[in-house]
């Protein structure tokens, strides 16, 4: 199936690159890691937002954790190339899935880590889209549902965890993949939906309601999409 670009995530991370590059060549100087080539920038950007807090955390020496940055910088350039060349019809969708999954990019940080890296790293990449749904889920109910209390506010991001970061891994080999999974987060909303009326107030019921609509917008769209390509 034909993968779809986070847009809004990597025009934010360019954004951030950019005004980064103005800050410093303004002052005279060039940023940390600075490279002509836009991809490479590209790469390290999105790279430092996936897994620098890994990186970050790893007990090994100063040099060593360069070296893994670095190999996952190089992992991140392979993708936007091959996102390039899939969009010229260069390369094929199983070709850009490859180069992506994170399995890809274990076998290359397999030749420089060591065995308990790469458990951490297992354990890193386990977690981490739950970390990042909920994350998500905080900054939005946040922006479009104010009017929560506190409580309320992790009860809602308490259900919606539990019945929508399931823990599924979003390898979908198929458009029919694709179809199935978004039925699955359609009915996992509903049943959240079902759990977080019984447990609030009509008032903040609607507040509540201002988020979970702006969702079910989302994943109606995503299905219609995903059906449109079959």
Wanted: aromatic fraction near 4%; charged fraction near 25%.
């Amino acid at each position: 199936m034909r993968r779809l670009l986070p847009l809004p995530s990597l025009m934010l991370q360019f954004c951030l690159l950019l005004l980064l590059s103005q800050s410093a060549l303004a002052q005279g100087t060039r940023p940390p890691g600075y490279t002509d080539n836009v991809e490479e920038q590209m790469a390290q950007m999105q790279a430092k937002v996936r897994y620098g807090g890994f990186v970050d955390s790893l007990a090994a020496g100063t040099e060593h954790r360069a070296e893994i940055d670095s190999a996952i910088t190089a992992v991140f350039i392979e993708r936007i190339k091959a996102s390039r060349d899939r969009s010229s019809g260069r390369a094929s969708a199983v070709d850009l899935e490859e180069i992506a999954s994170a399995a890809y990019l274990r076998e290359q940080l397999a030749t420089i880590m060591t065995a308990e890296e790469l458990a951490e790293l297992d354990r890193y990449e386990a977690t981490f889209r739950q970390r990042q749904l909920r994350n998500n889920f905080t900054l939005q109910l946040s922006r479009v549902a104010g009017g929560l209390t506190e409580e309320n506010r992790e009860i809602v991001l308490e259900v919606l965890m539990q019945h929508m970061g399931a823990g599924k891994e979003q390898v979908q080999a198929s458009n029919r993949d694709a179809v199935d999974e978004s039925q699955r987060q359609l009915q996992a909303l509903m049943n959240a939906r079902m759990e977080i009326a019984g447990r609030l107030d009509e008032a903040q019921l609607q507040e509540a309601e201002k988020f979970l609509g702006q969702i079910l917008s989302g994943l109606l769209t995503t299905q219609s999409m995903n059906e449109a390509e079959q």
